[in-house]
């Protein structure tokens, strides 16, 4: 991380400290499959898109950051060079089959896409059968300033791997939803971002001491918010806030936007997932890819 954004991200995040983090632990490689508390049986496995890597240069790679380097999942269409690039930010379950098929698919439309595993210091959430054990065990201790730090590593990693530097984008779900937000107050190398039903009030702590309502008018790029009226963890009252604090803002937050699809249910994307709804989740991913292109990411 530049030292200009390391002091944008201590001044917005003061009560944060990377020393909170647990040490020591490293992933040899990105798993496959689902994460066990959320793998899907039965009829559910009937709908889950599986993006073949035909095509593109698809795997795990490792991305050297200031302690340490963290494994990640890339697709990236093979033998191509200077692409877009997009920083996938993953669901509580890290960079399981999910994130690693919309990195394919992002691939297939010509990006370089780039999942890094956020949680890697903290644990291995594959090994747990529940969520609450993964929030307990690892979301719980992830800080901001270490995401942030190993998000803007994989933006170095990116422009020496194939990435093109002038044209880098972001966009993450549910816990990478909110990491979009945040991101968006710190990190001036990005031109953009597609938060997909991040939370933008969360509990206040060490680890996350600052919601996406206080960064609202601090954004540096503008950010596509994609979000569920039936959303029983993110009510729109809040939504309805966030839109009035981006209007406060500069330029980049006022040329934010929001698009609620009125019937569905968050993690309405997550097709393995039994909240799927397949008509929202197809036009919202084509939004984002017309919202990437729009602002420059393409």
Not at 81 to 102: F, G, P, Y
Not at 118 to 146: H, W
Not at 239 to 264: H, I
Request: proline share 5%; hydrophobic share 40%.
């Amino acid at each position: 991380m530049s030292h200009a954004i390391q002091d944008e991200v201590n001044s917005l995040f003061p009560a944060s400290a990377e020393g909170a983090s647990r040490r020591g632990f490293l992933k040899a490689s990105i798993a496959t499959g689902f994460a066990a508390s959320v793998a899907p049986t039965g009829d559910l496995l009937a709908q889950v898109i599986t993006t073949d890597s035909q095509g593109l240069t698809a795997g795990m790679i490792e991305i050297p950051t200031k302690d340490r380097r963290i494994p990640a999942y890339r697709a990236m269409p093979a033998g191509k060079t200077r692409l877009a690039t997009v920083i996938v930010i993953h669901e509580v379950w890290s960079v399981h089959e999910h994130i690693q098929d919309v990195c394919r698919r992002l691939a297939k439309r010509g990006y370089l896409a780039i999942a890094p595993d956020f949680f890697v210091r903290q644990g291995d959430v594959m090994q747990y059968k529940t969520t609450p054990e993964i929030f307990a065990n690892v979301v719980s201790k992830v800080t901001d300033v270490q995401v942030l730090s190993d998000l803007d590593a994989s933006l170095d990693w990116a422009a020496a791997n194939g990435g093109d530097a002038a044209k880098f984008g972001v966009t993450g779900f549910c816990w990478g939803g909110r990491i979009v937000w945040m991101a968006s107050a710190v990190n001036p190398r990005l031109k953009t971002g597609v938060a997909w039903y991040g939370r933008l009030m969360t509990t206040v702590n060490a680890a996350t001491p600052t919601h996406p309502h206080d960064i609202a008018e601090k954004l540096r790029w503008p950010v596509l918010g994609l979000y569920g009226g039936k959303d029983d963890g993110i009510p729109m009252d809040t939504v309805e806030e966030m839109k009035t604090r981006l209007s406060f803002g500069g330029k980049p937050s006022q040329a934010s936007e929001f698009v609620v699809y009125p019937d569905a249910p968050h993690a309405f994307h997550a097709d393995y997932r039994p909240t799927y709804r397949k008509e929202a989740a197809e036009d919202a991913f084509q939004r984002a890819l017309a919202w990437f292109k729009k602002h420059g990411v393409a």
